[in-house]
């Protein structure tokens, strides 16, 4: 039932008109992104041959995409889930799903579901960018799908964060701006820790970017992906909570 419900939410996702806007409007932002990195990269490559160690084309062209993209789809991830459950509640068919013969825990893990496809979808044509790539040098591909892999839990973290804020409302307006507000708070967090002298303290374990950043410079840790599944496995539970609270309500 998981996964028949992925479905409808994957398919009414490409059935929206958003959707497709924000596919174009993120490929074009970070296409410009990616080709200008590379202009840099060609006007300093003469200087880097002299150099001991330089950084290579996945350091200088790569990351930076991935980084430049962890940035855009914070603004774009609450766009996308702001309809997930409030959406449901504003046209009644809330009530609808409930009395069905499937469990809550059921319709949240499907529509959060249903929305990784999409996230994966995205994912894979922002890759393809770094992987042409490979057509004219040697990439560092450890590091290019650290950072991919990195780049997918930060947005599916973003997307549970979004799927709880989606459960408190029935307003999909009031919840996307609910959502930007915490993922900014997140981002905000490193940035005051990094300014404050960063190093390892309660604020910069707490954010998001200080786990991704680590993998897209190829680190891969257990315990920073331990942090993002806590993260996701806790909103996507207190979303579930949420819905079961209403259900007893009404």
């Given at each position: 039932?998981?996964?028949?419900?992925?479905?409808?939410?994957?398919?009414?996702?490409?059935?929206?008109?958003?959707?497709?806007?924000?596919?174009?409007?993120?490929?074009?932002?970070?296409a410009?992104?990616?080709?200008?990195?590379?202009?840099?990269?060609?006007?300093?490559?003469?200087d880097?041959?002299?150099?001991k160690?330089?950084?290579?084309?996945?350091?200088?062209?790569?990351?930076?995409?991935?980084?430049?993209?962890?940035?855009?789809?914070?603004?774009?991830?609450?766009?996308?889930?702001?309809?997930?459950?409030?959406?449901?509640?504003?046209?009644?068919?809330?009530?609808?799903?409930?009395?069905?013969?499937?469990?809550?825990?059921?319709?949240?893990?499907?529509?959060?579901?249903?929305?990784?496809?999409?996230?994966?979808?995205?994912?894979?044509?922002?890759?393809?960018?770094?992987?042409?790539?490979?057509?004219?040098?040697?990439?560092?591909?450890?590091?290019?799908?650290?950072?991919?892999?990195?780049?997918?839990?930060m947005?599916?973290?973003?997307?549970?964060?979004?799927?709880?804020?989606?459960s408190?409302?029935?307003?999909?307006?009031?919840?996307?701006?609910?959502?930007?507000?915490?993922?900014?708070?997140?981002?905000?967090i490193?940035?005051?820790?990094?300014?404050?002298?960063?190093?390892?303290?309660?604020?910069?374990?707490?954010?998001?970017?200080?786990?991704?950043?680590?993998?897209l410079?190829?680190?891969?840790?257990?315990?920073?992906?331990?942090?993002?599944?806590?993260?996701?496995?806790?909103?996507?539970?207190?979303?579930?909570?949420?819905?079961?609270?209403?259900?007893?309500?009404?």
């Amino acid at each position: 039932m998981i996964l028949v419900i992925a479905k409808r939410e994957f398919r009414s996702l490409f059935l929206s008109p958003l959707a497709w806007v924000i596919l174009a409007v993120v490929q074009v932002i970070l296409a410009w992104s990616f080709f200008t990195s590379i202009d840099v990269f060609f006007s300093i490559q003469a200087d880097l041959g002299t150099l001991k160690n330089a950084p290579g084309v996945t350091d200088l062209v790569i990351s930076p995409l991935f980084e430049v993209a962890s940035i855009i789809l914070l603004m774009v991830t609450p766009l996308l889930t702001m309809r997930l459950i409030s959406e449901e509640k504003r046209n009644k068919t809330m009530s609808l799903l409930l009395s069905a013969p499937v469990s809550i825990t059921e319709i949240v893990l499907g529509k959060y579901l249903g929305l990784l496809f999409f996230i994966l979808t995205m994912l894979f044509l922002i890759v393809l960018m770094p992987l042409s790539l490979s057509m004219g040098t040697e990439l560092d591909y450890e590091k290019l799908f650290s950072g991919a892999f990195g780049l997918f839990l930060m947005l599916a973290a973003f997307s549970a964060a979004g799927l709880y804020m989606s459960s408190l409302t029935d307003n999909p307006m009031i919840a996307a701006i609910s959502t930007f507000g915490l993922l900014l708070l997140l981002r905000m967090i490193n940035m005051n820790s990094a300014s404050a002298g960063g190093g390892e303290n309660v604020l910069a374990y707490l954010s998001l970017h200080t786990h991704f950043t680590a993998l897209l410079r190829g680190i891969v840790n257990s315990r920073d992906i331990a942090y993002f599944l806590l993260f996701i496995f806790g909103f996507v539970v207190l979303a579930i909570r949420q819905l079961e609270t209403q259900r007893l309500q009404s």
